[in-house]
Structures are given as C-alpha cells and as structure tokens.
C-alpha cells in the first residue's frame, strides 16, 4: 500500500525535478498536499519558479491545468462559471469557470477582491460550486495553489482567516543556491523544460491512493501529541488565535501522507514536527502588543513544538 504511494510520490518528484531546480522538499510538499486533498498558499517573491512549479504538477499527472490572474475586477463568475442563454434551444446553458479543472492556479490571490475571494471558499472546502441555486461537483483530483507577493501591499485585500485555514499549507520556495541557480541557467539553454516534460503518474489516481493514506497507522500516544500541540496554540500569551479544529485534521492527514510518500505504514514523531511549521502558522493570530515586540507566528509554532513533550515510552512498535 504504501510502497505504491512511494512510488508514485518518486515518479512524480523526479519529473517536476526536470522543471523546478533544487527544491524537493517545496516539490514533496506539494504531493503531500495532493495525496490529502488539500490546497497550497505559496508566498514568495515574483520570479521564483511559482507558476511553473503549479504546470510542472498538472503536467506529471496528466491532469488539467487552467491560471486565474487575480486582478480587482475580477468576478466570481470568472472563477465558477455563469449561465447564458443559448437562442437555439431556448434554455440557459452552464458555461463552467476555470475551477472546473485538476490544478487551479490562483495567481496574487490577495489582488482579487473579497468578494471574488469568496468564491473560492465553496471550491476549497466542499470540492463544488453552486450556480444559480444548482450545486456542481468539481473534478477529482482538485487542487489549488493560490501565489501571493509578501513585500508588495498596494492594491491587495488580505485573505481572510476563514479563507487562510482552508489551505493546508503556507509555503515559501525561496532562492536558488548559486550552484542550483548556475544548474538552472544551463538547463534553460534552448528549449524550455517545461516544454519537454509529459504525464508520468496517472492522476485519476490520486483519489485512491489519498484513501489508503487514511491507513497509515498513527499511535495513540502521536495522537495525543497532536491535540498538545494545538491546544497550546490556543493557550499560548503571545497568539490571539490558535489553530483550529481543522488544523488539527491538517496536521494528523497531512504526517500520515509524509510518512506515506517515505514508503512507511506507521506516523513518527518526526513527520509530525515536520508538518507543524507548514500548517499552523497562517492558522494563528499573533497579539498585536506581540507583533510590535517582532514576535511571528512561525517563530511561535517553533517553539511550541519544541517546547511540548512526547512520551516515547509509550509508542506501540
């Protein structure tokens, strides 16, 4: 069981590989976000490979990739779809939106109004869209991997805490090492990567193989750990806000399909201290008297998990 997600996670990382220089752990990410059925908030810089990264994925799997640049007049129906009359049969007709897809990429999310913000909490949450009274599902597999710049504010609506816990992760991919930076000069001599990359993993899969992560076992001790750590975000003097009950299904689903794509059947300690400062961090809200000390939600989940015990002993071999 696992070792079919195993496999399945090495196939794919190899191929973005052709296409993404140097960032296995952005690219494991992104599968493990996959195999939960989740969605991806990737804040970085512009130019940091955030848009090929999301084709890179779509095109691994075989699936269908579509792009919503985020702009203020932006509608809802310009994500969902909207119903037109057609003359010749004298009935309105659903014309389906870009979330009609596999992988949606929300490009400067923060950009789009709330109002069209909106639009994607129905898609996120429930993996449907409901137009004009009728609800629709979406495909299987659905993912979105929405991009927002951290150092430009101008023009931007902040995303909404209701729509920040409807990602799994916030993620940063960073700068390229120079040696993977000079590696990704060169192998951008001629044609593109991207362009010579082709499905590698069927991604009608998907649905399946995020049902047996399910069955990875996790201890009743790993459990406990779990609840600890969240409950001490919601108790912790510097957080205004701790993660929620949704953070904690983060943090469980998203170590079992860790440990899933390492080829093991059974969650450790280290899956889930790995996971934590992905998942809980734009989960929580730092006091403002904290924030004006330079206190971070990063730097506050790092030190909870540090800081919250693990009974070892009594983890089940």
């Known amino acids: 069981m696992s070792s079919e997600i195993q496999y399945f996670a090495e196939t794919v990382r190899a191929n973005v590989q052709k296409v993404i220089v140097g960032k296995q752990t952005v690219i494991d990410t992104l599968i493990i976000a996959l195999l ?3 969605h991806v908030l990737l804040e970085d810089v512009p130019g940091v490979g955030k848009t090929m990264l999301a084709r890179a ?18 509608l809802p129906s310009d994500i969902t779809g909207v119903s037109i009359f057609n003359q010749e049969t004298r009935r309105f007709q659903f014309m389906p939106g870009p979330a009609f897809t596999n992988i949606l990429l929300a490009d400067e999310i923060n950009r789009a109004t709330p109002r069209a913000q909106s639009a994607l ?8 869209v409901t137009v004009d009274g009728e609800t629709r599902p979406l495909l299987r597999p659905f993912l979105v991997l929405a991009t927002q710049n951290p150092i430009e504010f101008e023009g931007t609506f902040p995303l909404p805490e209701a729509q920040l816990d409807r990602f799994l992760f916030r993620i940063q991919l960073g700068y390229l090492t ?27 899969a998907v649905p399946r193989l995020a049902e047996q992560v399910w069955a990875i076992h996790v201890d009743p001790s790993l459990r406990r750990y ?8 919601r108790s912790h003097p510097d957080l205004a806000l701790g993660a929620s009950p949704r953070g904690s299904l983060a943090l469980y689903r998203a170590s079992q399909a860790r440990a899933a794509i390492a080829g093991r059947t059974f969650v450790l300690p280290d899956d889930i201290q790995a996971i934590a400062p992905l ?9 403002p008297e904290s924030a004006l000390r330079g206190r971070q ?3 506050i989940i790092a030190e909870i998990v540090e800081q919250t015990p693990l009974d070892l002993g009594s983890i089940e071999q």
């Open 36 to 38: 939960c059925e989740g």
């Open 279 to 287: 998942a809980l961090p734009h989960r929580c809200i730092v006091r």
């Open 178 to 204: 120079p040696d993977e930076e000079e590696a990704m000069l060169l192998a951008l001599g001629g044609r593109h990567p991207i362009e010579q990359i082709g499905a590698v993993a069927p991604g009608d």
């Open 297 to 299: 939600a990063a730097e």
């Open 226 to 233: 779990i609840v600890a750590l969240i409950q001490a975000t």
């Open 121 to 128: 909490l129905e898609c996120m949450g429930e993996r449907q």
């Open 57 to 74: 994925l779509a095109l691994s799997l075989g699936g269908d990739f579509r792009r919503i640049q985020c702009t203020p007049d932006l």
